[in-house]
C-alpha cells in the first residue's frame, strides 16, 4: 500500500537539515503525498494542502527523521508508542540510530512509500520511579537507556538492585545504566558494557565507574523485572531517560525498571546491515 501521509521531524536550529527539508518535502509534493511538519519547524516549506505544519505525530504513516541520534531519540519519545514506522537520515556524527545517508535518503524513501524497506520493531524499557519522600510515582519509556547517576557532588553510590524478587547485586558505583539493546551503543558502551544486537531481547545492566573491580555488566532476560534501591543515607543522585528528561532521586526512593509496553519500528537502511554500520562508526579493525 502506498504510503501518501509523511510526517518530517527536523534537528531544530539546524539550517543544513532546514534545507534538505525543504527539498524533501518539494519532492514528496511532486508524488503527490501530503507532508506534515512541526509547527515551529524551521523548514521554510509554505503552508499548503500538501504541507501542514502541525498533526505530524497524529496524522503521519511515515515519519522521516532528519538529524542525530539525539533527534532520532527526541521524535521516538514524542510518537509517544504510536506504530509508525521512523526512518532517521543522519544528518549529526556517530548516527547509530540514524542509519539512512544523505546520499541513500531519495531512493530510500520511494522504497519506504511503497512499503518495500525492512522494518525492525526494537524493544523499548519502561521505568516507574516512586519517591518515597514525596509520595509520588512517575513512568517513562526510553528506546535507550535509563541510567541513575551522582548529580554535582562527587560521592558515591550505593544501588541495591533486584531481580525478578530476589537480590541480583549491590552496586558501589558512580551509578548504573539500563539499557535496551538498541542503548548498548551510547551511554552503556561508554560504561564498558557489551555490544548487544538490536535482535537480542534482552535488558543490559552496566555499572558506571564501580568501587571493585569484580563488578562487572549483565545482560538479562527481556522478561526480567528489576528493582533498584537507592540506600545511600547521604545521595545527591538523578535519574535520567534517554537522556532527555530527568529529575532528583532522593535516598530511600525505589525504581522498577521492566521491558516496554510497546516497541519502536524503525526502518532499517537498504545498503548496510547493523555490523556494517558497527564497522564504519566504531572503526573495527583499523589500527
Given at each position: 500500500m502506498m504510503i501518501d501521509e509523511v510526517g518530517i521531524f527536523v534537528k531544530r536550529k539546524d539550517p543544513a537539515a532546514?534545507?534538505?527539508?525543504?527539498?524533501?518535502?518539494?519532492?514528496?509534493?511532486?508524488?503527490d503525498v501530503q507532508v506534515f511538519l512541526e509547527?515551529?519547524?524551521a523548514c521554510c516549506a509554505p503552508s499548503t494542502r500538501q504541507c501542514v505544519k502541525g498533526r505530524i505525530f497524529n496524522r503521519s504513516k511515515l515519519?522521516?527523521?532528519?538529524?542525530g541520534d539525539g533527534t532520532m531519540i527526541a521524535a521516538v519519545r514524542a510518537l509517544s508508542g504510536r506504530q509508525v514506522p521512523v526512518m532517521g537520515v543522519n544528518m549529526g556524527h556517530l548516527g547509530f540510530l540514524t542509519e539512512i545517508t544523505l546520499e541513500e535518503m531519495y531512493?530510500?524513501?520511494e522504497q519506504a512509500l511503497q512499503g518495500r524497506l525492512r522494518v525492525e520493531n526494537r524493544m523499548t524499557l519502561q521505568a516507574t520511579h516512586i519517591s518515597k519522600a514525596k509520595g509520588r510515582r512517575r513512568t517513562r519509556h526510553v528506546l535507550n537507556d535509563v541510567v541513575i547517576n551522582k548529580?554535582?557532588?562527587?560521592?558515591?553510590?550505593?544501588?541495591?538492585?533486584?531481580?525478578?524478587?530476589?537480590?541480583?547485586?549491590?552496586?558501589?558505583?558512580d551509578g548504573m545504566?539500563?539499557?535496551?539493546?538498541?542503548?548498548?551503543?551510547a551511554y552503556a558502551m561508554s560504561a564498558g558494557g557489551p555490544i548487544v544486537h538490536?535482535?537480542?531481547?534482552s535488558i543490559l545492566i552496566a555499572p558506571i565507574c564501580p568501587h571493585t573491580l569484580?563488578?562487572?555488566?549483565?545482560?538479562?532476560?527481556?522478561?526480567?523485572?528489576?528493582?533498584?534501591?537507592?540506600?545511600?543515607?547521604?545521595?545527591?543522585?538523578y535519574i535520567t531517560f534517554d537522556g532527555q528528561e530527568g529529575w532528583s532521586v532522593d535516598p530511600g526512593d525505589r525504581i522498577h525498571i521492566r521491558r516496554g509496553r510497546y516497541e519502536v519500528p524503525i526502518i532499517q537502511s537498504p545498503s548496510k546491515s547493523t555490523f556494517d554500520i558497527m564497522r564504519s562508526k566504531l572503526h573495527w579493525g583499523e589500527r
Open positions: 532546514a534545507d534538505v527539508a525543504c527539498d524533501l518535502v518539494r519532492w514528496l509534493n511532486a508524488r509547527p515551529d519547524s515519519l522521516i527523521v532528519l538529524g531512493p530510500a524513501v548529580s554535582a557532588i562527587a560521592r558515591m553510590l550505593d544501588l541495591d538492585v533486584s531481580l525478578d524478587g530476589g537480590k541480583l547485586a549491590l552496586i558501589k558505583a545504566v539500563a539499557a535496551t539493546p538498541t542503548g548498548s551503543t538490536t535482535g537480542v531481547r569484580n563488578l562487572r555488566p549483565v545482560v538479562l532476560s527481556d522478561t526480567a523485572q528489576i528493582r533498584v534501591d537507592l540506600i545511600t543515607e547521604r545521595a545527591d543522585a
